[in-house]
Protein backbone atom coordinates (compact mmCIF):
# COMPACT_ATOMS: atom_id res chain seq x y z
CA UNK A 1 0.00 0.00 0.00
CA UNK A 2 2.89 2.01 0.48
CA UNK A 3 4.85 1.59 -2.36
CA UNK A 4 6.13 4.79 -3.90
CA UNK A 5 4.51 6.80 -1.62
CA UNK A 6 7.19 9.93 -1.19
CA UNK A 7 8.55 9.83 2.27
CA UNK A 8 10.68 12.85 4.07
CA UNK A 9 12.13 11.91 7.02
CA UNK A 10 13.94 15.07 8.51
CA UNK A 11 17.07 14.38 10.63
CA UNK A 12 17.72 10.96 8.67
CA UNK A 13 20.68 10.59 9.19
CA UNK A 14 21.27 9.01 11.88
CA UNK A 15 19.53 8.05 15.00
CA UNK A 16 15.64 7.48 15.35
CA UNK A 17 15.13 9.43 11.71
CA UNK A 18 17.64 6.74 10.19
CA UNK A 19 15.78 3.84 11.53
CA UNK A 20 12.31 5.22 10.31
CA UNK A 21 13.72 5.52 6.53
CA UNK A 22 14.56 1.85 6.60
CA UNK A 23 10.96 1.23 7.45
CA UNK A 24 9.55 2.87 5.07
CA UNK A 25 12.22 1.92 2.89
CA UNK A 26 11.24 -1.44 3.50
CA UNK A 27 7.60 -0.72 2.51
CA UNK A 28 9.51 0.63 -1.09
CA UNK A 29 8.34 4.49 -0.52
CA UNK A 30 10.43 7.05 -2.26
CA UNK A 31 12.53 8.05 0.56
CA UNK A 32 14.26 11.63 0.83
CA UNK A 33 16.80 12.45 3.58
CA UNK A 34 17.79 15.23 5.45
CA UNK A 35 19.83 16.17 8.02
CA UNK A 36 23.86 16.61 8.74
CA UNK A 37 26.41 13.95 7.18
CA UNK A 38 29.82 13.80 6.04
CA UNK A 39 30.13 12.90 1.89
CA UNK A 40 31.43 9.39 2.51
CA UNK A 41 28.55 8.51 5.03
CA UNK A 42 26.10 9.84 3.29
CA UNK A 43 27.10 8.24 -0.13
CA UNK A 44 26.79 4.96 2.08
CA UNK A 45 23.58 5.07 3.28
CA UNK A 46 21.90 6.37 -0.17
CA UNK A 47 23.68 2.96 -1.35
CA UNK A 48 22.07 0.95 2.13
CA UNK A 49 18.56 2.34 1.07
CA UNK A 50 18.94 1.95 -2.35
CA UNK A 51 19.22 -1.34 -2.05
CA UNK A 52 15.67 -1.95 0.89
CA UNK A 53 13.74 -0.08 -1.22
CA UNK A 54 12.39 -0.43 -5.01
CA UNK A 55 11.41 3.35 -5.05
CA UNK A 56 14.46 6.17 -5.29
CA UNK A 57 16.05 7.70 -2.53
CA UNK A 58 17.19 11.59 -2.48
CA UNK A 59 18.83 13.58 -0.33
CA UNK A 60 18.04 16.97 0.70
CA UNK A 61 20.52 19.07 3.21
CA UNK A 62 18.62 21.46 4.11
CA UNK A 63 19.46 23.33 7.28
CA UNK A 64 15.53 23.39 9.20
CA UNK A 65 16.73 26.27 11.05
CA UNK A 66 16.70 28.27 8.00
CA UNK A 67 13.32 28.65 6.71
CA UNK A 68 14.34 29.69 2.92
CA UNK A 69 16.13 26.41 3.04
CA UNK A 70 13.19 24.25 3.79
CA UNK A 71 10.89 25.80 0.97
CA UNK A 72 14.00 25.13 -1.77
CA UNK A 73 14.08 21.42 -0.49
CA UNK A 74 10.19 21.15 -0.97
CA UNK A 75 10.49 22.88 -4.62
CA UNK A 76 13.42 20.20 -5.17
CA UNK A 77 10.91 17.49 -4.10
CA UNK A 78 8.24 18.78 -6.15
CA UNK A 79 10.12 18.86 -9.06
CA UNK A 80 11.52 15.10 -8.34
CA UNK A 81 8.09 13.88 -6.96
CA UNK A 82 5.82 15.92 -7.28
CA UNK A 83 5.25 16.72 -3.38
CA UNK A 84 5.14 14.60 -0.21
CA UNK A 85 2.98 11.76 0.96
CA UNK A 86 4.25 10.83 4.24
CA UNK A 87 6.25 13.60 5.89
CA UNK A 88 7.81 12.46 9.69
CA UNK A 89 9.22 15.58 11.38
CA UNK A 90 12.14 13.76 13.44
CA UNK A 91 14.67 16.36 13.19
CA UNK A 92 15.28 17.71 16.65
CA UNK A 93 18.22 19.02 19.12
CA UNK A 94 18.63 19.28 23.06
CA UNK A 95 20.45 21.38 25.59
CA UNK A 96 20.63 20.42 29.25
CA UNK A 97 20.88 23.22 31.61
CA UNK A 98 18.91 25.30 34.47
CA UNK A 99 16.66 28.29 32.52
CA UNK A 100 19.00 31.15 34.33
CA UNK A 101 22.17 29.91 32.86
CA UNK A 102 20.65 28.58 29.97
CA UNK A 103 21.94 29.97 26.48
CA UNK A 104 19.62 32.06 24.90
CA UNK A 105 20.91 31.42 21.68
CA UNK A 106 20.59 27.63 22.56
CA UNK A 107 16.84 28.42 23.34
CA UNK A 108 16.22 30.12 19.83
CA UNK A 109 17.82 27.48 17.85
CA UNK A 110 16.11 24.30 19.89
CA UNK A 111 12.78 26.27 18.95
CA UNK A 112 13.69 27.03 15.33
CA UNK A 113 14.65 22.95 14.83
CA UNK A 114 11.95 21.57 17.39
CA UNK A 115 9.36 23.34 16.43
CA UNK A 116 9.23 25.93 13.68
CA UNK A 117 10.58 23.68 11.17
CA UNK A 118 8.12 21.69 11.67
CA UNK A 119 5.26 24.44 11.05
CA UNK A 120 7.02 24.71 7.67
CA UNK A 121 7.62 21.20 6.42
CA UNK A 122 3.79 21.12 7.65
CA UNK A 123 2.96 23.88 5.09
CA UNK A 124 4.71 23.20 2.41
CA UNK A 125 2.97 19.34 2.74
CA UNK A 126 -0.34 19.41 2.64
CA UNK A 127 -1.51 21.14 -0.33
CA UNK A 128 0.60 18.05 -2.19
CA UNK A 129 -1.68 15.91 0.16
CA UNK A 130 -4.48 17.71 -0.28
CA UNK A 131 -4.95 16.99 -4.25
CA UNK A 132 -3.67 13.55 -3.70
CA UNK A 133 -6.65 13.07 -1.00
CA UNK A 134 -3.80 11.19 0.85
CA UNK A 135 -1.62 12.01 3.40
CA UNK A 136 0.67 11.13 7.00
CA UNK A 137 1.99 13.70 8.45
CA UNK A 138 3.84 11.98 12.32
CA UNK A 139 5.97 13.97 14.60
CA UNK A 140 8.62 12.56 16.48
CA UNK A 141 7.41 14.08 20.17
CA UNK A 142 9.09 12.70 23.18
CA UNK A 143 8.13 11.55 26.37
CA UNK A 144 9.21 15.07 26.98
CA UNK A 145 5.97 16.03 25.30
CA UNK A 146 4.12 14.80 28.12
CA UNK A 147 6.08 14.85 31.03
CA UNK A 148 9.27 17.49 32.38
CA UNK A 149 12.21 16.88 33.30
CA UNK A 150 14.85 19.68 34.75
CA UNK A 151 16.79 21.76 33.14
CA UNK A 152 15.43 20.68 29.34
CA UNK A 153 13.00 23.76 29.38
CA UNK A 154 13.75 24.54 25.91
CA UNK A 155 13.08 20.78 24.81
CA UNK A 156 9.94 20.05 27.53
CA UNK A 157 8.76 23.34 25.69
CA UNK A 158 9.00 22.33 22.14
CA UNK A 159 7.72 18.88 22.64
CA UNK A 160 4.30 19.95 24.64
CA UNK A 161 4.28 21.91 21.67
CA UNK A 162 4.79 19.55 19.25
CA UNK A 163 2.18 17.45 20.73
CA UNK A 164 -0.45 20.96 20.44
CA UNK A 165 0.46 21.44 16.64
CA UNK A 166 -0.20 17.60 15.69
CA UNK A 167 -3.94 18.09 17.16
CA UNK A 168 -4.39 21.45 15.91
CA UNK A 169 -3.38 19.97 12.40
CA UNK A 170 -5.59 17.05 12.97
CA UNK A 171 -8.51 19.44 13.39
CA UNK A 172 -7.65 20.75 10.22
CA UNK A 173 -7.59 17.43 7.78
CA UNK A 174 -10.06 15.52 10.11
CA UNK A 175 -13.03 16.77 7.80
CA UNK A 176 -11.30 17.87 4.74
CA UNK A 177 -13.52 17.25 1.65
CA UNK A 178 -11.91 16.01 -1.72
CA UNK A 179 -13.09 18.18 -4.48
CA UNK A 180 -12.63 15.20 -6.87
CA UNK A 181 -14.61 12.39 -4.92
CA UNK A 182 -16.65 13.82 -2.94
CA UNK A 183 -15.68 12.19 -0.44
CA UNK A 184 -13.64 12.95 2.80
CA UNK A 185 -10.04 12.92 2.44
CA UNK A 186 -7.35 10.04 4.22
CA UNK A 187 -5.44 12.74 6.13
CA UNK A 188 -3.82 12.37 9.27
CA UNK A 189 -1.49 14.14 12.01
CA UNK A 190 -0.04 12.61 14.86
CA UNK A 191 2.89 12.12 17.10
CA UNK A 192 4.84 9.86 18.66
CA UNK A 193 6.21 10.07 22.12
CA UNK A 194 9.76 7.54 22.36
CA UNK A 195 10.90 7.04 26.29
CA UNK A 196 15.43 6.70 25.85
CA UNK A 197 16.60 5.92 22.55
CA UNK A 198 20.30 5.38 22.59
CA UNK A 199 21.09 7.40 19.67
CA UNK A 200 23.77 10.18 19.03
CA UNK A 201 21.76 12.71 21.25
CA UNK A 202 21.14 10.33 24.45
CA UNK A 203 25.26 9.35 24.23
CA UNK A 204 25.96 12.85 24.69
CA UNK A 205 23.67 13.32 27.80
CA UNK A 206 25.19 9.97 29.08
CA UNK A 207 29.05 11.36 28.68
CA UNK A 208 27.86 14.56 30.27
CA UNK A 209 26.44 12.56 33.09
CA UNK A 210 29.08 10.53 33.37
CA UNK A 211 32.02 13.30 33.62
CA UNK A 212 29.69 15.74 35.99
CA UNK A 213 29.17 12.25 38.58
CA UNK A 214 32.38 11.28 38.14
CA UNK A 215 31.25 7.88 36.54
CA UNK A 216 31.51 5.67 33.90
CA UNK A 217 29.88 5.24 30.92
CA UNK A 218 28.23 2.11 31.21
CA UNK A 219 27.17 3.63 34.97
CA UNK A 220 25.52 6.85 34.10
CA UNK A 221 23.67 4.65 31.43
CA UNK A 222 22.07 2.62 34.02
CA UNK A 223 21.51 5.25 36.28
CA UNK A 224 19.71 7.65 32.74
CA UNK A 225 17.50 4.62 32.63
CA UNK A 226 16.81 3.48 36.13
CA UNK A 227 15.79 7.09 36.74
CA UNK A 228 12.94 7.60 34.68
CA UNK A 229 12.04 4.34 32.29
CA UNK A 230 10.57 1.47 34.15
CA UNK A 231 11.46 -1.32 31.35
CA UNK A 232 15.16 -0.34 32.17
CA UNK A 233 16.15 -1.00 28.39
CA UNK A 234 16.32 1.27 25.34
CA UNK A 235 13.18 2.10 23.05
CA UNK A 236 14.90 0.84 19.66
CA UNK A 237 14.97 2.71 16.83
CA UNK A 238 13.11 -0.41 14.30
CA UNK A 239 10.18 -0.23 17.30
CA UNK A 240 9.91 3.30 16.39
CA UNK A 241 10.13 2.48 12.72
CA UNK A 242 7.38 -0.16 13.09
CA UNK A 243 5.09 2.35 15.08
CA UNK A 244 5.82 4.85 11.97
CA UNK A 245 5.09 2.25 8.86
CA UNK A 246 1.79 1.38 11.09
CA UNK A 247 0.48 4.69 11.31
CA UNK A 248 1.00 5.14 7.48
CA UNK A 249 -1.43 1.99 6.87
CA UNK A 250 -4.55 0.41 5.98
CA UNK A 251 -7.58 1.20 8.45
CA UNK A 252 -5.22 4.20 10.37
CA UNK A 253 -7.50 6.92 8.66
CA UNK A 254 -9.41 7.40 12.35
CA UNK A 255 -6.13 7.71 13.96
CA UNK A 256 -6.03 11.51 14.35
CA UNK A 257 -4.18 13.90 16.55
CA UNK A 258 -3.01 10.97 18.97
CA UNK A 259 -0.05 10.87 20.83
CA UNK A 260 1.64 7.47 20.64
CA UNK A 261 3.77 6.87 23.96
CA UNK A 262 6.44 4.25 23.10
CA UNK A 263 8.56 5.01 26.59
CA UNK A 264 8.99 1.62 28.68
CA UNK A 265 6.70 2.59 31.24
CA UNK A 266 7.87 6.41 31.88
CA UNK A 267 5.19 8.43 31.76
CA UNK A 268 2.59 6.30 33.55
CA UNK A 269 4.20 6.84 36.53
P1 LIG B 1 20.20 12.20 16.52
O1 LIG B 1 21.06 13.28 17.10
O2 LIG B 1 20.72 10.83 16.36
O3 LIG B 1 19.65 12.68 15.10
C1 LIG B 1 19.25 13.99 14.86
C2 LIG B 1 19.12 14.18 13.36
O4 LIG B 1 18.70 15.53 13.13
C3 LIG B 1 20.44 13.99 12.60
O5 LIG B 1 20.17 13.41 11.35
C4 LIG B 1 20.92 15.41 12.42
O6 LIG B 1 21.82 15.58 11.33
C5 LIG B 1 19.60 16.12 12.19
N1 LIG B 1 19.67 17.56 12.41
C6 LIG B 1 20.15 18.21 13.49
N2 LIG B 1 20.06 19.53 13.30
C7 LIG B 1 19.49 19.71 12.09
C8 LIG B 1 19.15 20.85 11.32
N3 LIG B 1 19.37 22.10 11.77
N4 LIG B 1 18.61 20.67 10.10
C9 LIG B 1 18.42 19.42 9.61
N5 LIG B 1 18.72 18.31 10.30
C10 LIG B 1 19.26 18.46 11.52
O7 LIG B 1 18.89 12.24 17.43
P2 LIG B 1 17.73 11.16 17.73
O8 LIG B 1 17.89 10.72 19.11
O9 LIG B 1 17.60 10.17 16.64
O10 LIG B 1 16.48 12.14 17.73
C11 LIG B 1 15.53 12.22 16.70
C12 LIG B 1 14.26 12.81 17.26
O11 LIG B 1 13.77 11.97 18.29
C13 LIG B 1 14.44 14.19 17.90
O12 LIG B 1 13.34 15.00 17.58
C14 LIG B 1 14.45 13.88 19.39
O13 LIG B 1 14.00 14.97 20.15
C15 LIG B 1 13.47 12.74 19.44
N6 LIG B 1 13.61 11.90 20.63
C16 LIG B 1 14.77 11.24 20.89
C17 LIG B 1 14.83 10.44 22.03
C18 LIG B 1 16.07 9.67 22.38
O14 LIG B 1 16.10 9.11 23.49
N7 LIG B 1 17.06 9.58 21.52
C19 LIG B 1 13.74 10.33 22.88
C20 LIG B 1 12.57 11.02 22.57
C21 LIG B 1 12.51 11.79 21.43
Known sequence: MLKHKVALITGSTSGIGLAIAQSLAKEDCHIVLNGFC???????????????TRGKVIYQGANL??????????????????????????????YVAPIDEFPVEKWDNIISLNLTSVFHTIRHSLPNMKE???????????????????????????????????????????????????????????????????????????????????????????????????????????ELGALTVFLCGEKTSQINGASYIMDGGWTIQ
Open 132 to 238: KGWGRIINVASAHGVVASAGKSAYVATKHGLIGLTKAVALEVAAVINPKTNDYMDITSNAICPGWVLTPLVEDQIHKMALEQKISYDQAKLNLLSEKQPSKRFVQPD
Open 65 to 94: MIGDEISEMFENIRKEFGGVDILVNNAGMQ
Open 38 to 52: DHMKLQSLISDLSNI
